[in-house]
């Protein structure tokens, strides 16, 4: 079994138009109303065969995209380009369980980009500027706002096993000796506590250097905290940004 964590990378985005979802597909889940018979059909679609939560947590992601699109309207191949976008994110960011919330902001947009620009093979228009823009605004708030919940459930979890070898530390050797048996009683005795207080030395030179660690890894593992929180505010000033970017033109 292959144990490597595969590291964040960068992904080439591609045209998706009908890549999971065909023609027959579509036809299947427009005729599917309930959210019930949206969760089989999809569930066909996708062939997810996943154990609990991970199934219900993927299904309702699929499923909110096939209603954010009906709700906009969108014709069958947009809501079929959509649903493979959405999957293509989630693979992304489930493929590693380290932070690669930078890739697959980058890969998002990019994503967007090969299907709102007509520039064949490398990309289509099937969507408008507008519409491009709601995409964003749902990608972000759906999934990447909770891009943490998603990794913690989809990946495996890493964990440190730190072991620590002490250098220095030699055992004590009697060699024997002719002398009366009080004088080797005393050396005996003197020996014990040689080991007892080098016993006690190491202990307590274990101790803090495991507090040591311990205090080093609770550093870093709030570094990596604030820097996710900082990520995410960042994503929800560049939502509004873009935003209100459109009214802005419209008033000039």
Request: glycine share 2%; proline share 4%; charged share 25%.
């Amino acid at each position: 079994m292959d144990c490597k964590i595969k590291l964040p990378r960068e992904l080439k985005a591609k045209v998706m138009l009908w890549t999971d979802v065909s023609f027959h597909d579509m036809e299947v889940i427009e005729k599917s109303q309930s959210i019930p018979d949206l969760e089989s059909a999809l569930c066909g679609v996708f062939g997810v065969d996943l154990p609990e939560p991970k199934r219900g947590v993927l299904l309702e992601l699929y499923v909110e995209t096939v209603l954010f699109c009906r709700q906009h309207s969108f014709k069958k191949e947009q809501i079929s380009a959509l649903l493979s976008i959405i999957r293509s994110i989630h693979e992304a960011n489930t493929e590693t369980p380290l932070n690669n919330i930078e890739q697959c902001v980058k890969y998002s947009k990019e994503l967007l980009l090969c299907h709102s620009v007509r520039r064949p093979p490398f990309s289509v228009n099937i969507f408008s500027f507008q519409e491009v823009e709601s995409i964003l605004k749902y990608i972000h708030n759906n999934y990447l706002r909770h891009y943490k919940l998603y990794k913690y459930i989809f990946t495996p979890k890493v964990k440190l096993d730190l072991s620590l070898t002490y250098s220095g530390t030699s055992d004590h050797t009697v060699e024997g000796s002719s002398a009366p048996e009080e004088e080797a009683e005393t050396d005996e005795s003197s020996v014990t506590e040689q080991d007892a207080a080098s016993t006690a030395s190491t202990a307590d030179l274990k101790a803090l250097v495991e507090q040591e660690v311990r205090k080093q890894m609770k550093l870093v593992s709030g570094q990596l905290d604030q820097t996710i929180r900082e990520k995410e505010k960042a994503l929800q000033l560049n939502g509004a940004l873009n935003s209100s970017q459109p009214s802005l033109k419209a008033k000039k």
